[in-house]
């Protein structure tokens, strides 16, 4: 009884926002019976400006809408993964993960991230583990579900291999905004406000508000991508495009994408054909996953009682 009414007692405090020590904590969103407070939202946003450090440049207002979204969907996700797969295994490829992880924050050494992390947020190694070890977990479950129907066309991809040469490929470091608009809302409106977001903020802010890609808490940086494993759309589109600017919104299904250029870069190959076939069938295979994950948590979310303050 007393555990009872110990655990009653720690909500009403919540809720009235009681002050521990001299910081206020109050209720800020839950997610079914799992709350999210203030701190975890101050936590959050420290760790997405860590990610993101020109996040720091937008209102508090947006960056706290930015954090909460962010621990709803985190919420989700790890309760979807339970359903099905078990969360406290060890995962073999964690440690590769962070390691990729790290490295495209521009940190060589894990010691390195490590202090970046004691400096510029209250998350320790473990926990950014944690968080990373969800990411993964999530790709499991979605592949899991969806890898049977992902199609891929390899004559079409065999064919764009045949008119490659052994001679210099163009790379390009790509940013990305991946949006769709919700029910009655005007695409022209949509695509203004995220233009005028773009001016005004820059492209990766703009990401971290708008795009529902993965890629959004790093503010919408995918890396380096190779012109041979684009599409011909795309591709030609960003032929024409110079390194800074964006391309126009590109409908992709019933969503659109909005590439930057961040740079651009001539590589001398040797094609191997059997290896570029492999890794076109990959990035193929993970362009229809990352649509699945999309279409997968909307599903998913539905069911949850989602209260925001």
Same mark, same amino acid.
């Given at each position: 009884?007393?555990? +009872?009414?110990?655990?009653?007692?720690?909500?009403?405090?919540?809720?009235?926002?009681?002050?521990?020590?001299?910081?206020?904590?109050?209720?800020?969103?839950?997610?079914?019976?799992?709350?999210?407070?203030?701190?975890?939202?101050?936590?959050?946003?420290?760790?997405?400006?860590?990610? #993101?450090?020109?996040?720091? &440049?937008?209102?508090?207002?947006?960056?706290?809408?930015?954090?909460?979204?962010?621990?709803?969907?985190?919420?989700?996700?790890?309760?979807?993964?339970?359903?099905?797969?078990?969360?406290?295994?060890?995962?073999?490829?964690?440690?590769?993960?962070?390691?990729?992880?790290?490295? +495209?924050?521009?940190?060589?050494?894990?010691?390195?991230?490590?202090?970046?992390? =004691?400096?510029?947020?209250?998350?320790?190694?473990?926990?950014?583990?944690?968080?990373?070890?969800?990411?993964?977990?999530? #790709?499991?479950?979605?592949?899991?579900?969806?890898? &049977?129907?992902?199609?891929?066309?390899?004559?079409?991809?065999?064919?764009?291999?045949?008119?490659?040469?052994?001679?210099?490929?163009?790379?390009?470091?790509?940013?990305?905004?991946?949006?769709?608009?919700?029910?009655?809302?005007?695409?022209?409106?949509? =695509?203004?406000?995220?233009?005028?977001?773009?001016?005004?903020?820059?492209?990766?802010?703009?990401?971290?508000?708008?795009?529902?890609?993965?890629?959004?808490?790093?503010?919408?940086?995918?890396?380096?991508?190779?012109?041979?494993?684009?599409?011909?759309?795309?591709?030609?589109?960003?032929?024409?495009?110079?390194?800074?600017?964006?391309?126009?919104?590109?409908?992709?299904?019933?969503?659109?994408?909005?590439?930057?250029?961040?740079?651009?870069?001539?590589?001398?190959?040797?094609?191997?054909?059997?290896?570029?076939?492999? +890794?076109?069938?990959?990035?193929?295979?993970?362009?229809?996953?990352?649509?699945?994950?999309?279409?997968?948590?909307?599903?998913?979310?539905?069911?949850?009682?989602?209260?925001?303050?």
């Amino acid at each position: 009884m007393f555990k +009872k009414f110990f655990f009653v007692s720690i909500i009403f405090f919540f809720s009235l926002g009681i002050s521990f020590s001299d910081t206020k904590v109050y209720i800020f969103a839950s997610v079914d019976d799992k709350i999210i407070t203030n701190l975890d939202i101050k936590k959050e946003a420290d760790y997405l400006k860590a990610l #993101n450090p020109n996040l720091a &440049n937008l209102d508090e207002k947006k960056i706290t809408k930015i954090s909460k979204e962010s621990l709803i969907n985190e919420i989700i996700k790890k309760n979807e993964i339970k359903k099905i797969l078990d969360l406290n295994k060890e995962n073999p490829i964690l440690d590769d993960y962070l390691r990729d992880f790290y490295i +495209k924050l521009n940190f060589n050494q894990l010691s390195d991230f490590e202090n970046y992390l =004691i400096s510029s947020t209250n998350y320790s190694l473990n926990e950014v583990k944690e968080k990373l070890k969800i990411e993964i977990m999530w #790709n499991e479950l979605i592949f899991f579900k969806y890898n &049977n129907q992902v199609i891929i066309n390899k004559k079409k991809l065999l064919k764009k291999i045949e008119n490659l040469d052994d001679d210099f490929i163009k790379e390009y470091q790509l940013s990305e905004i991946i949006f769709d608009r919700k029910k009655n809302e005007n695409l022209g409106d949509l =695509i203004d406000k995220i233009n005028l977001s773009i001016k005004e903020t820059g492209f990766n802010n703009s990401a971290n508000i708008y795009s529902i890609s993965e890629s959004s808490k790093m503010g919408g940086k995918i890396g380096w991508v190779a012109e041979n494993n684009l599409s011909k759309e795309i591709s030609s589109i960003l032929k024409n495009l110079e390194e800074g600017q964006k391309t126009k919104p590109i409908q992709i299904g019933n969503k659109y994408l909005i590439l930057k250029i961040e740079k651009i870069k001539q590589k001398k190959v040797s094609i191997d054909r059997n290896e570029e076939l492999t +890794k076109m069938i990959k990035f193929e295979t993970n362009k229809q996953l990352n649509q699945f994950s999309k279409i997968f948590f909307d599903k998913s979310k539905i069911n949850y009682t989602i209260n925001e303050k």
